[in-house]
């Protein structure tokens, strides 16, 4: 696998997750997901899966990455100051 194409896959893959959302409000959601659970399911298991697969194919630790990101999101967005708002970091 290259790379390029493995992002690929992955943005076209979320893409497909967004699809179940789109033109839908908070209640139509909600409803939406009572018969239709499972598909989504199978949608962000193939995030997971070209995730896992560039994560692989990269050499790198995708735990520790992830570890590494909540930390950082930690400092930049301290609970304190973030709780409840949208505003981005600088913002704070």
Not at 8 to 23: D, I, P, R, T, Y
Request: proline letters at 2%; zero cysteines; a positive charge.
């Amino acid at each position: 696998h290259n790379p390029k194409d493995v992002a690929l896959s992955l943005v076209l893959e979320a893409g497909e997750v967004m699809e179940h959302f789109q033109w839908r409000n908070e209640s139509d959601t909600r409803e939406y997901l009572k018969s239709n659970k499972n598909l989504v399911g199978d949608e962000l298991a193939d995030v997971l899966y070209w995730v896992l697969l560039l994560s692989h194919d990269l050499d790198i630790d995708i735990g520790k990455a992830l570890a590494r990101k909540l930390v950082k999101n930690g400092r930049k967005y301290p609970l304190k100051k973030a709780k409840g708002s949208k505003k981005k970091y600088s913002e704070l």
